[in-house]
Protein backbone atom coordinates (compact mmCIF):
# COMPACT_ATOMS: atom_id res chain seq x y z
CA UNK A 1 0.00 0.00 0.00
CA UNK A 2 0.66 3.96 -0.92
CA UNK A 3 -0.03 5.98 2.52
CA UNK A 4 0.14 9.30 2.97
CA UNK A 5 0.83 11.22 6.35
CA UNK A 6 -0.35 14.22 7.21
CA UNK A 7 0.44 15.50 10.80
CA UNK A 8 -1.10 18.54 12.21
CA UNK A 9 -2.26 19.82 15.47
CA UNK A 10 -5.80 19.87 14.11
CA UNK A 11 -7.45 22.25 16.09
CA UNK A 12 -9.96 22.29 15.84
CA UNK A 13 -9.74 19.79 12.29
CA UNK A 14 -11.32 21.49 9.23
CA UNK A 15 -12.23 21.21 5.67
CA UNK A 16 -8.57 22.40 4.22
CA UNK A 17 -7.15 19.68 5.76
CA UNK A 18 -10.00 17.67 4.39
CA UNK A 19 -9.13 18.81 0.80
CA UNK A 20 -5.11 18.61 1.41
CA UNK A 21 -5.41 14.92 2.21
CA UNK A 22 -7.97 13.70 -0.60
CA UNK A 23 -6.25 16.15 -3.64
CA UNK A 24 -2.70 14.28 -2.61
CA UNK A 25 -4.80 10.51 -2.49
CA UNK A 26 -5.86 11.22 -6.24
CA UNK A 27 -3.32 13.19 -7.75
CA UNK A 28 -0.92 10.58 -6.45
CA UNK A 29 -3.20 7.62 -6.49
CA UNK A 30 -2.62 6.37 -3.01
CA UNK A 31 -4.09 3.50 -0.82
CA UNK A 32 -4.56 6.31 2.15
CA UNK A 33 -4.24 9.16 3.62
CA UNK A 34 -3.36 9.10 7.43
CA UNK A 35 -4.02 12.29 9.23
CA UNK A 36 -1.93 12.99 12.33
CA UNK A 37 -2.82 15.05 15.38
CA UNK A 38 0.44 16.22 17.29
CA UNK A 39 0.50 16.05 21.68
CA UNK A 40 2.31 19.21 21.66
CA UNK A 41 2.76 22.41 19.10
CA UNK A 42 6.30 22.30 17.77
CA UNK A 43 6.57 26.07 18.64
CA UNK A 44 5.59 25.52 21.65
CA UNK A 45 1.91 27.32 21.22
CA UNK A 46 -1.32 26.65 23.39
CA UNK A 47 -3.38 23.78 21.89
CA UNK A 48 -6.02 22.35 23.29
CA UNK A 49 -5.94 19.05 25.00
CA UNK A 50 -4.99 15.94 22.43
CA UNK A 51 -8.11 14.08 23.74
CA UNK A 52 -10.42 16.94 22.29
CA UNK A 53 -8.18 17.26 18.77
CA UNK A 54 -8.00 13.74 18.81
CA UNK A 55 -11.86 13.30 19.10
CA UNK A 56 -12.57 15.87 16.25
CA UNK A 57 -10.27 14.88 13.80
CA UNK A 58 -11.77 11.14 13.79
CA UNK A 59 -14.95 13.09 11.98
CA UNK A 60 -12.75 13.67 9.29
CA UNK A 61 -11.99 9.84 8.78
CA UNK A 62 -13.26 7.68 5.66
CA UNK A 63 -13.39 5.02 3.50
CA UNK A 64 -9.46 5.77 2.66
CA UNK A 65 -8.72 8.76 5.50
CA UNK A 66 -7.79 7.54 8.61
CA UNK A 67 -6.47 8.80 12.18
CA UNK A 68 -3.40 7.79 13.22
CA UNK A 69 -2.73 8.39 17.10
CA UNK A 70 1.08 7.57 17.08
CA UNK A 71 1.69 11.03 18.44
CA UNK A 72 -0.29 11.15 20.90
CA UNK A 73 0.23 7.78 22.32
CA UNK A 74 3.48 8.59 22.79
CA UNK A 75 3.12 11.46 24.57
CA UNK A 76 5.81 13.59 24.10
CA UNK A 77 7.48 15.77 21.30
CA UNK A 78 8.48 13.40 17.93
CA UNK A 79 10.21 14.04 14.86
CA UNK A 80 8.39 12.97 11.73
CA UNK A 81 11.28 10.54 11.25
CA UNK A 82 10.56 8.56 14.31
CA UNK A 83 7.03 8.32 13.12
CA UNK A 84 7.94 7.18 9.25
CA UNK A 85 10.31 4.87 11.12
CA UNK A 86 7.98 3.38 13.45
CA UNK A 87 5.45 2.79 10.50
CA UNK A 88 7.97 1.48 8.62
CA UNK A 89 9.16 -1.22 10.46
CA UNK A 90 5.70 -2.26 11.77
CA UNK A 91 3.97 -2.35 7.90
CA UNK A 92 7.44 -2.90 5.86
CA UNK A 93 5.60 -4.22 2.68
CA UNK A 94 3.91 -0.28 2.64
CA UNK A 95 5.21 2.76 1.37
CA UNK A 96 5.30 5.97 3.21
CA UNK A 97 4.79 10.08 1.87
CA UNK A 98 4.77 12.70 4.62
CA UNK A 99 2.76 15.70 3.55
CA UNK A 100 3.96 19.03 4.23
CA UNK A 101 2.57 22.47 3.61
CA UNK A 102 4.95 25.06 0.94
CA UNK A 103 5.20 27.26 3.93
CA UNK A 104 7.56 24.32 5.49
CA UNK A 105 10.23 24.58 2.57
CA UNK A 106 12.25 27.27 3.96
CA UNK A 107 12.53 25.47 7.58
CA UNK A 108 12.71 21.71 6.00
CA UNK A 109 16.50 21.71 6.55
CA UNK A 110 16.00 21.83 10.09
CA UNK A 111 13.97 19.06 10.57
CA UNK A 112 15.57 16.01 11.99
CA UNK A 113 17.11 14.02 9.64
CA UNK A 114 15.63 15.42 6.74
CA UNK A 115 17.68 13.60 4.20
CA UNK A 116 16.76 9.84 5.66
CA UNK A 117 13.01 11.36 4.95
CA UNK A 118 13.48 11.75 1.41
CA UNK A 119 16.12 9.23 0.64
CA UNK A 120 14.01 6.51 2.28
CA UNK A 121 9.93 8.08 1.96
CA UNK A 122 8.69 10.21 0.12
CA UNK A 123 7.90 13.92 0.86
CA UNK A 124 4.79 15.44 -0.86
CA UNK A 125 4.80 19.41 -0.78
CA UNK A 126 1.45 20.82 -1.11
CA UNK A 127 0.95 24.65 -1.96
CA UNK A 128 -0.72 27.17 0.92
CA UNK A 129 -0.54 29.89 -1.20
CA UNK A 130 -2.12 30.68 -4.87
CA UNK A 131 1.17 31.64 -6.83
CA UNK A 132 2.81 28.19 -6.25
CA UNK A 133 4.90 27.98 -9.48
CA UNK A 134 8.22 28.26 -7.95
CA UNK A 135 8.00 25.53 -4.85
CA UNK A 136 11.12 23.52 -6.39
CA UNK A 137 13.19 26.30 -6.95
CA UNK A 138 12.70 27.54 -3.56
CA UNK A 139 13.27 23.89 -2.23
CA UNK A 140 16.19 23.79 -4.22
CA UNK A 141 17.52 27.22 -2.56
CA UNK A 142 16.32 25.85 1.14
CA UNK A 143 18.10 22.83 0.92
CA UNK A 144 21.48 23.38 -0.57
CA UNK A 145 20.55 20.56 -2.90
CA UNK A 146 21.97 20.54 -6.55
CA UNK A 147 19.49 17.66 -7.91
CA UNK A 148 16.19 17.24 -6.05
CA UNK A 149 15.66 13.68 -5.88
CA UNK A 150 11.65 11.97 -7.19
CA UNK A 151 11.03 11.36 -3.72
CA UNK A 152 10.16 14.88 -3.38
CA UNK A 153 6.61 15.82 -5.32
CA UNK A 154 5.86 19.26 -5.51
CA UNK A 155 1.74 19.29 -6.51
CA UNK A 156 1.77 22.27 -8.39
CA UNK A 157 -0.77 21.90 -11.20
CA UNK A 158 -2.32 24.55 -11.77
CA UNK A 159 -5.91 23.18 -10.95
CA UNK A 160 -5.01 22.23 -7.49
CA UNK A 161 -7.25 23.88 -4.93
CA UNK A 162 -6.03 25.63 -2.53
CA UNK A 163 -7.62 27.15 0.80
CA UNK A 164 -7.03 29.74 3.58
CA UNK A 165 -8.98 27.91 5.85
CA UNK A 166 -7.34 27.39 8.95
CA UNK A 167 -7.59 27.05 12.41
CA UNK A 168 -6.86 30.72 13.70
CA UNK A 169 -9.33 31.84 11.12
CA UNK A 170 -11.83 29.59 12.80
CA UNK A 171 -11.09 30.56 16.04
CA UNK A 172 -11.71 34.22 14.72
CA UNK A 173 -14.61 33.69 13.66
CA UNK A 174 -15.88 31.73 16.57
CA UNK A 175 -14.62 34.89 18.84
CA UNK A 176 -16.87 36.78 16.63
CA UNK A 177 -19.49 34.63 17.15
CA UNK A 178 -19.89 33.69 13.54
CA UNK A 179 -20.88 30.66 12.25
CA UNK A 180 -18.20 28.22 11.25
CA UNK A 181 -20.67 25.05 9.48
CA UNK A 182 -19.21 26.11 6.08
CA UNK A 183 -15.28 25.69 7.50
CA UNK A 184 -15.33 22.38 9.44
CA UNK A 185 -18.19 19.44 9.41
CA UNK A 186 -21.09 19.36 11.22
CA UNK A 187 -20.03 16.97 14.16
CA UNK A 188 -16.98 19.20 14.43
CA UNK A 189 -19.26 22.03 14.79
CA UNK A 190 -21.48 20.16 17.61
CA UNK A 191 -18.55 19.32 19.26
CA UNK A 192 -16.77 22.59 19.93
CA UNK A 193 -20.09 23.83 20.86
CA UNK A 194 -20.82 21.13 23.10
CA UNK A 195 -17.18 20.78 25.38
CA UNK A 196 -17.05 24.84 24.71
CA UNK A 197 -13.80 24.95 23.26
CA UNK A 198 -11.94 27.91 22.19
CA UNK A 199 -14.63 30.17 24.69
CA UNK A 200 -11.40 32.23 26.44
CA UNK A 201 -9.52 32.77 22.82
Known amino acids: MKIAILGGSFDPPHFGHWLVANQVKERLNLDEIWLMPCVFHPFHKIISSAKHRLKMTRFLAGKQIKISDYEIKKNKTSYTIDALNYYHKKYPK ?9 DQIKDFKKWRNWQEIINKYSLVIFPREKNHFDLKTRFQKSTGLKVIPKSVIFLDHQDVVVSNISSTLIKTRLKMKESVLHFVPEKVAKYI ?7 NI
Request: charged share 20%; net charge positive; no cysteine.
Open 94 to 102: NHFFWIIGS
Open 193 to 199: KDHRLYN
